[in-house]
C-alpha cells in the first residue's frame, strides 16, 4: 500500500484554510471542496476536548464516499505575530501497517510491554503486549498523554514522574511497581526500563519503555521475605498457642485471608502420639485470624474441637501428609463449604467469596501434630503448586515451634509434678516456730529450677530451717534437688551442727558430681547452694551456717529488719573449704525470712539495693506471716524474675522455765530413784500424771544407762511441749544401741523398751558429749 501524508491548515475558529494533495487521497473530497468548510463537518466522530500544544490521536473522518477513515493527526499550533495561535497545521496518514522490518516486528511481537511516547508523555507507539495490558488498541492511545489513559493512583502518579524525570533528565531510570494493569484482572509485579529517544543533535525527542512482567519473581521474593519474617517471628515463646497464634499474624492477611491453626488433643496434654486415624479427625482449635474485626469467617471458636470428616481438607492432609489444594466448583470444595455453613450458619455471608483453600500438615522429627489451614476470599488468585511448597515449608518451622513449646510445657509439668512432690506438702507439728512459705516457679525458657526449702523437726523442741537452690534448670535439676532434700533430712536426723551438716552435704555434691564425670552423662553440672539453721526456742539460741547462699533476714520485735551478719562458706560441690556457723539469740517473735537469690538476683539489678528492699519489706504491717509473704514477693520480686524464687517465713516461740526441768544427777546408781521420784512430782505438777509410768521407766533406763557406761556431768531434762521429751545427758561420746537380748541374758532389754513405749527416741553429739531422748505423745489417742 502507497504511503500517502496528507497535511492540512484551521485557523482559530476551526475552518479549514489549506488542503493538500495527500489530504484528497486519503478523504476524497478536493481542495475547492474541503477549504472555507468547518472541520468538524468533515468528522465522523466527535474529538475529545481539544489538548493545548501539540498532539497526536486517531482521527475518524468521514470518506466524500460516506464510509469512515481513522488517521493517525499530528497537530501543531500556528503562532501569529504576537505570539498568539492563530491556528494549526495538521499531518495525517493511515494507521501503522504490518511491519516490514524484521526489528519493526521484532518491537510489536515482543512479549514484554513495549511503548514509545514523546517528551510530553504522550503515547507514539506501543506494541501488541502493551496495547493487551492496557485493553486499549494502539489507535486509541496514540497522541494522548499517559496520565488520561489511566486512573488517578499512586502506582500511575509514580510511573508518570519517572517518564518526566528521563525526558527532562536525559537518563535512564527503572521503576518497579505491584499493581493491577487496566486490562488484567489481577495485581501483577512490573520491572519497567525507561530510556531517553535522541534526534541527529543528542536532543531528548523521546521516551521508549520496555515493562517486564515479574510477577512470578515477585511472587517468589515475597514468599522468600516471609520465610526469612517467620524465622524471627515464630517461637518466640515457648507457649503452644502464642506460637500458634504468631503463625497467623504472619500468614494474614498477605498470604490467607483467613488462617488457622488445630492441634490434635495429645498436643495440649503430656500424652504420647497416637496414630492418625484413618476416620474423622477430631481437632482442636488453638488460633485463627482474618481480615475481619472478630473473624466472622471462622466456623469453630477458639478453644473448641472441631470433627473433620474424612472428604475434608484437614483430614485429607493429615492422612497423606502432605498439602491438600481445593478451589472453588470442586465436588470436596462444594462439601467442605457446605459442612462449614451447617456447622455455623451464621457465618455463611463471610464466605461466600470463598474460591481457595490450602491445608497443610503440622508435622514435625516424624510426628503430627496439627493442620494449618489458609483460605483465600478477597486475595484474587487460587493457591497454586507454589504456595502449597512454600505453606509446607513455613508449617514445617512452625511444626517445629510447636513441638518445642509442646516438649518444654512437657518437661516443665514433670520437673513441677516431681518437684512439688519433693517439697513438703504440709509442714510438719512442731512448737518451736510458725512457718509460711511461698514457691515461685520461673516463666523463663530456661525451665524449672532445682530451689526448695523444708522445715525438719529436731529432738529436744528443735527445728531446722533449710533453703537451697541447685545450679542448672529442668528435670536434671530438679532430680539433684530431690537428692539433696533428702541427704539433708538423712543430716539432720543425726543431730548435726549447720557446719558439720554442710561440711557431710558438700561431699555428697562432690562424690556426685565424680560419679557423673564418671558415667559421662549429659547433665548439668553438678553444684548448689544451701543455707541450714537450727532454732532452739528453750535456749532461744539460733546456729545458722550457709554454703554459698544468701545471709538471711531478721524481722525483730521493735520492728527493725536487718540481714544476719556471718560469713557464707562456698557452694556446695566445690570440697576443701570450711563452713563457719554463727549463733545468735533471739527474742520472742523474731521473723526469720529464708530466701533463694531469685527473690533479689535478677539482670541489672543491685544485690544491696534488694536486700535493703527486702528488709524494708518485712517491716510492712502485716496480719498474718502469709500476707507478710504475699508483701515481701510484691515488693521484692522482679517483674518478670528469671529464677525460680523459695521464700519461708519463720516467727520464733519460746519455751519459758515452766516448762523446762532440769536436774543434775550424781553418777551414783542410788540416785536413780530420787531422780525418778523428782520427774514425777515434776509431772503431777504438770498435770501430766497419766504419763507418769511410762516417764519413770524412761527415767529410770537412760538414767542408769548414764551412770553405768557414761561419764559425768550427767544431766536430766523435762520439756513439756506438744509432747514430753525425757532427755540425758553425760560426757561420754558413745552412742547407745539397740540389741536383741537373749533368754538367759541378765541385761540389754532396757532401750527396747524406751523404743517400744515410746513415740520416738535418739541421741546427739554435743560439745560436752551426748544426749539421748525419747518423746511421748501428749495428744489423745
Not at 514445617?396 to 509442646?406: E, M, P, Q, T, W
Request: glycine share 8%; with cysteine.
Amino acid at each position: 500500500m502507497e504511503h500517502v501524508v496528507a497535511a492540512a491548515v484551521i485557523d482559530a475558529h476551526g475552518i479549514v484554510t489549506g488542503w493538500s494533495e495527500g489530504a484528497r487521497l486519503l478523504t476524497g473530497h478536493t481542495a475547492g471542496e474541503a477549504v472555507g468548510r468547518a472541520a468538524s463537518d468533515l468528522l465522523a466522530e466527535d474529538l475529545p476536548p481539544r489538548a493545548d500544544g501539540e498532539w497526536t490521536r486517531p482521527v475518524v473522518v468521514r470518506h466524500r464516499d460516506g464510509h469512515p477513515v481513522t488517521l493517525v493527526v499530528t497537530a501543531c499550533p500556528v503562532l501569529g505575530a504576537d505570539a498568539r495561535p492563530t491556528g494549526f497545521s495538521l499531518t495525517a496518514q493511515r494507521p501503522a501497517a504490518p511491519e516490514p522490518t524484521l526489528a519493526g516486528r521484532a518491537f510489536q511481537q515482543a512479549s514484554m510491554s513495549m511503548s514509545v511516547f514523546d517528551t510530553e508523555q504522550r503515547y507514539l507507539r506501543l506494541n501488541e503486549t502493551a496495547c493487551k495490558v492496557m485493553g486499549v488498541p494502539e489507535e486509541g492511545l496514540l497522541g494522548r498523554r499517559f496520565p488520561e489513559t489511566v486512573e488517578d493512583a499512586e502506582h500511575n502518579r509514580g510511573f508518570h514522574r519517572h517518564l518526566r524525570q528521563v525526558a527532562e533528565t536525559g537518563r535512564p531510570a527503572r521503576y518497579e511497581s505491584f499493581t493491577a494493569a487496566p486490562a488484567l484482572n489481577r495485581e501483577h509485579a512490573w520491572s519497567t526500563e525507561m530510556w531517553p529517544l535522541r534526534d541527529d543533535s543528542g536532543a531528548v525527542s523521546g521516551v521508549a519503555l520496555a515493562a517486564f512482567d515479574s510477577t512470578e519473581q515477585y511472587l517468589a521474593r515475597r514468599r522468600l521475605i516471609l520465610l526469612n519474617e517467620a524465622a524471627a517471628s515464630i517461637g518466640t515463646t515457648l507457649d503452644v498457642v502464642r506460637t500458634a497464634e504468631e503463625v497467623i499474624e504472619l500468614l494474614v492477611p498477605q498470604f490467607a485471608d483467613f488462617a488457622s491453626v488445630d492441634l490434635l488433643e495429645w498436643v495440649l496434654s503430656a500424652d504420647e502420639p497416637p496414630p492418625v486415624p484413618d476416620g474423622e479427625i477430631v481437632l482442636r482449635r488453638v488460633a485463627h485470624g482474618s481480615g475481619r474485626e472478630g473473624t466472622p469467617e471462622a466456623a469453630v471458636r477458639l478453644g473448641e474441637t472441631d470433627v473433620h470428616p474424612p472428604f475434608s481438607p484437614p483430614a485429607r492432609a493429615l492422612r497423606q501428609g502432605r498439602a491438600v489444594r481445593i478451589q472453588a466448583g470442586e465436588p470436596d470444595f462444594v462439601s467442605w463449604l457446605a459442612e462449614r455453613n451447617a456447622r455455623a450458619p451464621e457465618g455463611r455471608r463471610f464466605r461466600a467469596g470463598v474460591h481457595s483453600v490450602l491445608s497443610v500438615p503440622l508435622r514435625a522429627r516424624g510426628t503430627t501434630l496439627g493442620i494449618l489451614v489458609g483460605v483465600r476470599i478477597a486475595h484474587p488468585d487460587d493457591y497454586e503448586d507454589d504456595d502449597a511448597v512454600f505453606a509446607e515449608e513455613l508449617a514445617s518451622r512452625a511444626a517445629v515451634c510447636i513441638d518445642n513449646a509442646r516438649r518444654f510445657a512437657r518437661e516443665r509439668t514433670t520437673a513441677l509434678t516431681l518437684q512439688h512432690s519433693l517439697l513438703p506438702r504440709g509442714l510438719p507439728g512442731q512448737a518451736a516456730v510458725e512457718v509460711a512459705h511461698r514457691y515461685l516457679p520461673s516463666g523463663s525458657t530456661a525451665g524449672i529450677g532445682g530451689d526448695w526449702f523444708d522445715v525438719i523437726p529436731l529432738s529436744g523442741s528443735r527445728v531446722a530451717l533449710v533453703v537451697g537452690d541447685v545450679v542448672g534448670h529442668g528435670i536434671p535439676s530438679t532430680a539433684t534437688m530431690g537428692r539433696l532434700c533428702m541427704a539433708v533430712r538423712t543430716l539432720a536426723d543425726v543431730d548435726l551442727p549447720p557446719d558439720e551438716l554442710l561440711t557431710h552435704l558438700d561431699d555428697l555434691v562432690t562424690h556426685l558430681a565424680g560419679y557423673q564425670e564418671a558415667a559421662d552423662d549429659e547433665v548439668a553440672e553438678l553444684g548448689a547452694t544451701c543455707l541450714y539453721a537450727v532454732y532452739d526456742p528453750v535456749s532461744r539460741r539460733l546456729a545458722v551456717a550457709a554454703a554459698g547462699h544468701p545471709a538471711p533476714a531478721l524481722l525483730l520485735p521493735d520492728g527493725r529488719a536487718e540481714l544476719v551478719r556471718m560469713t557464707t562458706g562456698p557452694p556446695l560441690g566445690v570440697g576443701g573449704l570450711p563452713f563457719e556457723a554463727v549463733e545468735l539469740e533471739l527474742p520472742e517473735g523474731t521473723v526469720v525470712a529464708l530466701y533463694t537469690d531469685g527473690l533479689i538476683e535478677d539482670r541489672d539489678r543491685d544485690v544491696d539495693r534488694a536486700t535493703g528492699e527486702l528488709c524494708g519489706a518485712l517491716t510492712a504491717p502485716a496480719a498474718t506471716l502469709d500476707a507478710l509473704c504475699d508483701i515481701v514477693l510484691k515488693e521484692v520480686l522482679p517483674e518478670e524474675p528469671s529464677d525460680d524464687v523459695a521464700l519461708l517465713l519463720a516467727r520464733t516461740r519460746a519455751l519459758g522455765a515452766d516448762r523446762v526441768a532440769t536436774w543434775d544427777v550424781e553418777p551414783d546408781p542410788a540416785r536413780v530413784a530420787a531422780t525418778r521420784q523428782a520427774a514425777t512430782e515434776r509431772l503431777a505438777a504438770w498435770g501430766l500424771e497419766e504419763a507418769a509410768f511410762v516417764t519413770e521407766l524412761v527415767v529410770s533406763e537412760l538414767v542408769t544407762n548414764a551412770i553405768r557406761y557414761g561419764a559425768p556431768p550427767i544431766r536430766l531434762r523435762l520439756i513439756r511441749d506438744r509432747s514430753l521429751i525425757c532427755e540425758v545427758s553425760d560426757g561420754s561420746s558413745t552412742s547407745p544401741h539397740l540389741r536383741r537380748a537373749h533368754a538367759f541374758d541378765e541385761g540389754g532389754r532396757g532401750l527396747l523398751l524406751v523404743a517400744q513405749l515410746t513415740q520416738r527416741w535418739g541421741s546427739r553429739q554435743t560439745d560436752r558429749g551426748k544426749t539421748i531422748w525419747a518423746e511421748q505423745s501428749l495428744e489423745p489417742d
